[in-house]
């Protein structure tokens, strides 16, 4: 058997409550928004693992992306107990990347970078700067403009040395929940580095997202 070298967690045990149906069970073009997401991953990476629900694990056994590259997870009760899920089932790669199922538009180009800076880094963020102006509010009253230069939406993939982001993730499992991976690593004191990626890569959350 060929050792693992890069693994993919996908996740996909939301519950959509903002878009009214499953929307990874969407469509963009001729595939649903979770296999256009797993296409993205396929020839780069040597696994990919999906913490899924049934309906979702159904649908991807029945398409025609479907292959041995790819394992299921047990869905999790929150984001951060399916990516845990998932890192247990890992074939104990060097670098995983952690990437939401809701996220069809990333750029091969962009995982590519990600992979090369996370063998240098160990702990990389995908994201972009903000455009907009950001301000800090309290109680409905403006207290601060924040610089923009400094600000950072994170997106995802999140990338990691593998044996790093399983020993946070035991740490931290039994903690109230955490909105990403990288937090987790910031928390442990851990330098976590930005790769820029693109404004396109967005989560899809309603339905004007996929028009």
């Keep these: 058997m060929n050792k693992i070298e890069i693994s993919a967690i996908i996740t996909s045990g939301g519950n959509s409550t903002r878009f009214g ?21 396929l020839d780069l ?5 999906i913490p899924s629900k049934d309906d979702i694990k159904n649908h991807i056994l029945n398409s025609k992306l ?6 299921f997870a ?26 939401d199922g809701a996220r069809p538009f990333i750029e091969k180009e ?11 880094k160990q702990a990389v963020l995908v994201g972009v700067f903000a455009i907009d102006t950001i301000k ?14 400094t600000i950072f939406q994170a997106q995802t993939p999140q990338c ?21 991976d990288c937090s987790m690593v910031e928390k442990c ?14 989560k899809i959350t309603t339905k004007d997202d996929l028009k």
Aim: net charge positive; proline share 3%.
């Design 21 to 41: 149906s499953n929307k990874l069970l969407e469509k963009i073009d001729d595939k649903s928004v979770i296999e256009t997401t797993i296409s993205k991953f």
């Design 45 to 49: 990476v040597d696994e990919i693992i």
């Design 66 to 71: 479907y292959c041995n590259k790819i394992k």
């Design 74 to 99: 047990p869905s999790g009760e929150t984001r951060q107990k399916s990516v845990y899920s998932g890192l247990m089932m890992c074939s104990n790669p060097k670098i995983v990347l952690i990437h």
């Design 110 to 120: 962009t995982i590519k970078k990600a992979i090369d800076l996370t063998y240098q």
């Design 136 to 149: 800090e509010v309290k109680n409905n009253k403006i207290v601060k403009t924040l610089d923009r230069k």
């Design 160 to 180: 990691f040395e593998y044996n790093l982001i399983k020993k946070v993730h035991e740490k931290y499992k039994n903690e109230p929940d955490f909105t990403d």
């Design 189 to 202: 004191g851990i330098d976590v580095y930005i790769l820029e990626g693109l404004k396109s890569n967005k």
